[in-house]
């Protein structure tokens, strides 16, 4: 059924090749690159795993595209003492199954039809070409890689910013790596499964009708200017090889929904900076695999008195929470508060990314690396400026 998603546990439930569990994609059959050997066609996650816990990355690599082998390296496998696999609803918010978002996510086409998707994106408050941006993407028209190959007018399909896949409307607006990077900033945690699962034009027709992301008096002008930026820091990047800067786009896109809610609120434009009551503007998920190392490396390093700063309100909140948690992340959960449990005391706190200049700096060169686990001995020359200034 379409709106089962998994929540991982000892992985001997859930289909890897047929079931929904991985973040915002489809089962992996459909995007698989390669022949699947038929008699794993029907393994369950733990056939996927080695003894110690890990991805058993020979097995499958080479039949998944590089863009999906990072949602899976994302994700802790199964573990036997989690307890079974869970199934959850992946059309609400909490992952708890309602009739209203059953009704939701069925009448969802009907809505599009009946009511015109033309007649909200013509009815969307921003500037006049990114009403026609929106509706040539809807339509299918924007020059992707795909449709220059297609048209004889590029060599390949394949997506130059991530090499990855073909660069489909989506793949561009918010698959690509680049793209979802932007969005993670924007759209609260509760809010991702969904905004991740929808096709083309259910996912603008949903941001444009309902406010998911994090402004919520003003979010389907933000998804629009948003959506636009992804787009031009792309074409930026494929004609002028300009690089892709989340920074200056975020700073272009607060510029931007500043001068719009300027011009349609006037006075009442929301204090000033057109955030929304939560005055939230920056926001980032960190992909979560990465604490757990970054705690390892702390506790075998002999560090036992440790400050913990992660930039995602939600993941502070699921982390101090005593609750069990639901959704894909279960596994790495457990292992982290099992973790936060020996005899050490870390304190965990909230702390935007982008107000720790060290650690900023230290993301974007990750970004830009080869990726990986990478220890460094000594601080990078780059970062010396900042560790002056921040000490
Ligand atoms: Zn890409």
């Known amino acids: 059924m379409k709106g089962i998603r998994w929540s991982i546990g000892d992985g001997k439930s859930v289909r890897f090749c047929w079931d929904r569990w991985l973040h915002g994609a489809e089962p992996l059959i459909h995007t698989a690159i390669g022949v699947v050997p038929e008699e794993q066609l029907n393994w369950t ?40 696999d869970v199934p959850y609803w992946g059309f609400s918010e909490d992952g708890r199954f309602t009739t209203r978002s059953a009704y939701r996510s069925l009448t969802l086409d009907e809505d599009i039809s009946n009511r015109g998707l033309w007649k909200v994106i013509w009815h969307w408050s921003g500037p006049q070409r990114i009403r026609q941006f929106m509706w040539l993407a809807v339509k299918g028209a924007l020059l992707t890689n795909w449709q220059r190959w297609h048209r004889h007018l590029a060599d390949s399909p394949v997506c130059v910013l991530c090499g990855g896949v073909a660069e489909s409307t989506l793949h561009a ?68 090889n300009e690089q892709c800067n989340a920074s200056r786009m975020l700073k272009n896109m607060e510029r931007h929904v500043n001068s719009i809610s300027a011009t349609l609120w006037g006075a009442r434009s929301i204090g000033g900076v057109g955030m929304g009551r939560e005055n939230v ?84 060169f990750a970004a830009s690396g080869p990726g990986g686990l990478v220890h460094l001995a000594d601080p990078l020359s780059g970062a010396i400026p900042w560790i002056n200034m921040t000490f």
């Open 45 to 84: 996650l733990d056939q996927f795993t080695t003894e110690t816990v890990q991805w058993n990355w020979n097995v499958f690599m080479h039949l998944v595209p590089a863009t999906v082998l990072m949602k899976v390296a994302a994700i802790m496998p199964s573990r036997v003492d989690t307890g079974p």
């Open 281 to 364: 503007w920056i926001r980032w998920t960190a992909p979560p695999v990465d604490w757990i190392k970054g705690l390892h490396l702390a506790w075998e390093m002999g560090f036992r008195r440790v400050l913990m700063e992660i930039d995602s309100q939600c993941a502070v909140k699921l982390v101090s929470s005593n609750a069990e948690a639901v959704g894909i992340h279960r596994n790495l959960l457990k292992a982290i508060k099992e973790l936060l449990n020996r005899s050490w005391e870390v304190r965990v706190s909230h702390e935007y990314r982008e107000a720790n200049f060290v650690a900023d700096y230290l993301a974007t």
């Open 173 to 240: 607006l918010h698959d690509c790596p680049k793209a979802s990077c932007m969005w993670t900033r924007i759209v609260p945690s509760e809010n991702v499964l969904v905004f991740f699962n929808l096709p083309l034009e259910k996912w603008i027709w949903k941001n444009l009708t309902n406010a998911i992301g994090i402004n919520r008096e003003q979010w389907e002008v933000l998804f629009g200017v948003t959506i636009w930026q992804v787009w031009s820091q792309r074409n930026a990047f494929t004609f002028s």
